[in-house]
């Protein structure tokens, strides 16, 4: 098991001399809701297909009560 110690940040060599990278790019942390909402969008087009055969099993169940309901 090695005790090495964790390096803190990372150094390059440029030109024969010890330099810091540049600084990443900016990440985007906080998600539009914009972003949100067009997710949420494809989600629901996407599932129309399930909704509707749920839609239809609970039409065929009710109708199919109905017709061994004795009154």
Not at 34 to 40: A, C, E, F, M, V
Request: glycine share 10%; charged share 15%; hydrophobic share 50%.
């Amino acid at each position: 098991m090695s005790l090495d110690p964790i390096p803190q940040a990372r150094v390059v060599k440029q030109r024969g001399q010890l330099m810091a990278p540049p600084r990443a790019p900016r990440t985007n942390v906080g998600i539009p809701i914009g972003q949100h909402l067009r997710t949420g969008a494809q989600i629901a087009v996407g599932m129309w297909p399930l909704t509707a055969i749920v839609l239809l099993l609970i039409g065929f169940l009710l109708m199919g009560a109905k017709a061994l309901d004795p009154h």
